[in-house]
């Protein structure tokens, strides 16, 4: 999707090399296809499905050299069938024989990297399927690999506001707690949820202005009184992606129902990468947001 320049949201704190990495690849994805037809280096793709169904045996022989009857063993195939497989292997420069054992190459230990990377990635897709189906598509820099170990909790027509609920039980968990959304986080009628933003936490929220005009219209009293005692720090911003939350230990994405408001999904994660992830985006965010008093007018 092609995106207007102006509605782009870009980010641009500092983090660490892996971070960075996952990041700028996260940038330039959208760019993979038109440099492999540039440099004429697309691969077949009968070819590259053949190194993914080859994963398991390449996936053993990472962890260590393995003899054909230890190959056989540890994927439970016949003996016919570890032949076809390493050979396959040789023939493509994955592995080498070795007094009996067969060990993978620096080319087959690469590859293996990613097939295992590529596994992790769609595993994650699929399990977030539902947030990645209402996450703002403008937002250039949303990473998979940072929420590969996430929980993630969907809302049921029987149980509705499961997602909610997690998202009240990591904010009761936690001494402090930031977080920006497109909408409110939780509905203004949650009363358990801000008694905790007004009350038991040092509590910063981003919002967009009607939003945040409309908690203050529910709640003018509390916002007021949490504001002038630090225990609430509230900015506005026009433009924002979805919902990002910053727990004491864990980090959480929340995707919400355009017509209700409601949370359909949350997906969260105590992942270090998660979290420092998380960190730079809130920061960038931050920084372009415009913070009130209380007694600043809407």
């Excluded at 690849?25 to 993914?52: E, S």
Aim: aromatic residues 6%; proline residues 6%; negative net charge.
């Amino acid at each position: 999707m092609d995106v207007p320049e102006d509605d782009r949201l870009t980010f641009t704190p500092p983090a660490s090399p892996i971070v960075e990495a996952v990041m700028q690849n996260a940038r330039n994805q959208q760019y993979l296809g038109k440099r492999l037809d540039a440099a004429g280096t697309r691969a077949d793709p009968d070819h590259l499905g053949d190194i993914v169904r080859h994963g398991p045996v390449l996936e053993a022989l990472r962890a260590e050299p393995l003899d054909r009857r230890e190959i056989e063993d540890r994927l439970e195939v016949s003996r016919a069938t570890s032949h076809r497989l390493t050979r396959w292997l040789d023939e493509q420069g994955f592995v080498e024989k070795t007094d009996g054992r067969f060990r993978l190459t620096g080319r087959g230990e690469a590859v293996t990297d990613e097939v295992l990377r590529f596994e992790a990635n769609v595993s994650t897709v699929h399990r977030m399927g539902p947030l990645l189906d209402v996450i703002c598509p403008h937002h250039a820099e949303f990473a998979i690999e940072p929420m590969i170990d996430s929980t993630v909790t969907i809302a049921e027509p029987t149980v509705p506001d499961r997602p909610a609920e997690r998202f009240i039980e990591l904010v009761g968990e936690s001494e402090t707690f930031r977080g920006f959304n497109t909408t409110h986080l939780a509905p203004l009628m949650i009363g358990e949820f801000y008694q905790r933003v007004f009350d038991g936490t040092e509590t910063e929220l981003i919002y967009p202005p009607d939003i945040t005009e409309r908690l203050r219209e529910t709640y003018p009293t509390r916002v007021t009184e949490a504001i002038d005692r630090g225990r609430l720090t509230l900015r506005t911003r026009e433009k924002l992606p979805y919902g990002l939350a910053l727990f004491d230990e864990r980090v959480g994405l929340g995707g919400y129902d355009d017509d209700t408001g409601l949370m359909q999904v949350l997906v969260d994660t105590d992942s270090p990468m998660a979290r420092e992830w998380a960190e730079r985006v809130y920061a960038s965010i931050a920084a372009d947001a415009m913070r009130l008093d209380s007694q600043t007018e809407q």
